[in-house]
């Protein structure tokens, strides 16, 4: 089944090449969301999957592959609809079609993959797939987005690199990067040399999860890329490297280290989530705003990570609900960007009248993403809060709920603002034509997103709580 | 002699520091290539056949030869050749380049215990080259002066994973795998891409997206 979910891909890419037909790429983009999610199904189900040497499941990556496996199958359904509309050469939705089946191919790898110098080429590999994707509607702010992206993670990218090598040092005998055989080992290494070589690789893979301070490319890149492409971004990628990390973390878990790792995550977290405070207050861009959201919820990942105990139940439904929520509202912000074509939010008003439909999957997704309760987050965030309190961090506590109240005004702000009002008269013309560009592809995704977000926050089925059990003993 | 060479890969990030000509950049960085294949020289024999043909090719013919000339093509493409205005005087900086280089050589001799076969020579001079480069990349205003601040960084990370090549190789492949990164998609496709649609190849250009 590995080799499947890490073949099928390339084939597809392949035909794709020789057939050169647009209803065929789209086939083939929609057979690898389909074929990919069947796979993870096995993958995640079943124990009797064989490990290759290189790549595996274990407890840990499984609840993370069927995240992606599922956003990404949606976010192929919702593309049914979004590439109708594109008006350019069949060439270059061409590649938009490849290069999406290599971002996700690369970030399934990096998922799967048991060595840490894969992960890292892994990583290395979304980049290179992602910033075509970013780039892909060539503007000028497109450019400079991909640009950023490309040179802020290349030194992310480098930087881990050099924690690798460090990593490498503090083991002293023992050659491999294999996970496995670092957990085994992980007490005999050079505490010293470890913090080292975690303070580098979190400062690397951190800048690809987009924790601040090294979160700069994240609002421009979620921004200017297609929506489609901008959800696997915020509700994928983010993940990948976040697993990286977690990977990282329990080693320095076993090696006794971890008062350092946790004040740093703590530390990082707080700052992304100060960051989104300060930022999200005074947004214009409501895709910007999305992807400071992105940072806080990262953020808010990075802070459970750090409390540790019951903290990580919280992390891994956060995990669940933040992918969910944030892939349905960057889909809806796609249909909000074709009916008024701008993403300015003075612009845009009476998003309620404009399409009923869209609003009212803006106004969830914002309600799911601000943790109302019954949604996936409340539950994360409720217990995050609460572990605080029982650890007496109450400091802590007031600092958390403070900057989380400021974010929620400001998004709701925005958020209410373009969904009610007057439509003016120009943009009444606008609107009727540009309705008509919305299919029912374009919706249901995010109806399903939206329904598992807040269904999932008040029962989650046996099967899924086993699954979200193992990963918490795993991380 | 590996130390001399060492020590020189070292003093070629102050030279760095104080010039603003990016021609003169550019020919650095092919000596920068040799150094490093000198300094790779002396690790030939603990390593495979392969693996010391893979560091000859990677440092003579990737790191000397291929990256300098994309450079300077691109560089005669977009005729610019000076920095323009760089943030802090180049006293300034060859002051705090030699600063940080001395930091390099006090805090490996003298602060850390060394394990493996890394001498604290290696280490200090690949982290204060990793330093000097990561602070050059936020006072250069020009794409191709953060694109050579980029590849300096990843000299020194070079140099780092030298000092573990004798034990672990596949690291040092690693490493090779990011030079060809910045080779095929910074320069090939960015750098080119940018200068079609601004004209001209400040960073100030690059600043229309912010909150």
Known sequence: MIATILIFPLISIILMAIFKNKKFDNLMLNACGIVHFICTLFLVFTNNCANTSYFGVDDTNKIFLLILSFVFMLVVFYNNGYVKNFKLPQEQIRNYCFMTIIFVLSMTGTLLSTNLGISWILIEATTLSSAYLIYFNKTKNAIEAAWKYVFICSIGIALAFVGIILLNISTESINSLNFNVLYTHAATFNPFWLKLAFTFMLFGFGAKMGL???????????????????????????????????????????????????????????VSIFV???????????????????????????????????????????????????????????????????????????LSIADGKTAWLWILSFLAICAFPTSLLFVSEFIIIKNMIMNEQYILC??????????????????????????????????ELNREKLSAWMYIPQIILILLVFILGVYIPPFLSEIINKAVIGF | MEKAFIILFGLTMLYFASTSRIISHIRLLVGQGILLFLIACYSFGHLSLLDSMFLTAETLIAKTIIIPWFLYKVLRRTRSNRDVSPTIPHFYCLLISSLVLLAGFLVANYWITP?????????????????????????????????????????????????????????????????????????????????KEFNDLDVSHLSELKD
């Open chain 1, 276 to 350: 989104t405070a300060v930022f999200i207050y005074h947004i214009k861009n409501y895709k910007r705003m999305l992807a400071y959201s992105s940072i806080e919820n990262m953020g808010i990942l990075a802070i459970g990570t750090a409390l540790g105990g019951s903290a990580i139940l919280a992390v891994v439904l956060h995990l669940i609900g933040h992918s969910l929520a944030k892939a349905s509202f960057f889909l809806t912000s796609g249909n909000v960007l074709e009916l008024f074509e701008t993403k300015r939010i003075k612009s845009i008003k009476g």
């Open chain 2, 115 to 195: 394990l493996k076969m890394i001498s604290p020579l290696h280490f200090g001079v690949a982290f204060a080259t990793i330093i000097i480069s990561l602070w050059l990349i936020t006072i250069k205003h020009h794409i191709i002066s953060n694109v050579i601040g980029f590849i300096t960084m990843e000299n020194g990370i070079f140099l780092l994973s030298l000092s573990i090549a004798k034990e672990m190789p596949i690291l040092v492949n690693l490493g090779v795998l990011l030079d060809v990164f910045i080779a095929v998609y910074i320069l090939g496709l960015f750098v080119n891409v940018i200068n």
């Open chain 1, 398 to 431: 007031v600092i958390f709920v403070l900057l989380l109240t400021i974010i929620i005004y400001g998004m709701g702000k925005v958020v209410m603002k373009m969904a009610y009002g007057e439509l003016s008269e120009d943009k009444k013309e606008l609107v």
């Open chain 1, 212 to 270: 601040a301070p090294i979160h700069f490319w994240l609002p421009d890149a979620h921004s200017e890329s297609p929506s489609p492409i901008s959800a696997l971004l915020s509700a994928t990628l983010l993940n990948s490297a976040f697993l990286v990390i977690i990977r990282i973390f329990k080693i320095m878990e076993i090696a006794h280290v971890t008062d350092y790792a946790r004040l740093m995550l703590l530390i990082m977290g707080f």
